[in-house]
């Protein structure tokens, strides 16, 4: 008889702690209106890194992914 009762509370336990952890997933996961939009990305012409665009460098050639690399492929 001992033994059954143990057995139940082991299983009454269990269930509480996995229902518990679930509904805590549930509530950290992000909504699903809280994502961030997605953004255009372009290839430095330099390196080839893909950076988003509003990140890139501008120059009279083609995008860069930073000033040092604008100034390196056009003098």
């Not at 994502?35 to 509003?54: E, G, T, Y």
């Amino acid at each position: 008889m001992k033994l059954w009762l143990l057995l139940l509370l082991a299983l009454v336990g269990v269930f509480l702690w996995r229902f518990n952890r679930q509904a805590d997933l549930k509530r950290r996961s992000p909504a699903a209106g809280s994502a961030k939009p997605a953004q255009d990305m372009i290839r430095c012409d330099l390196c080839a890194l893909h950076v988003p665009l509003l990140d890139a460098v501008q120059g009279r050639s083609g995008h860069y992914c930073c000033a040092e690399h604008l100034r390196r492929a056009e003098p």
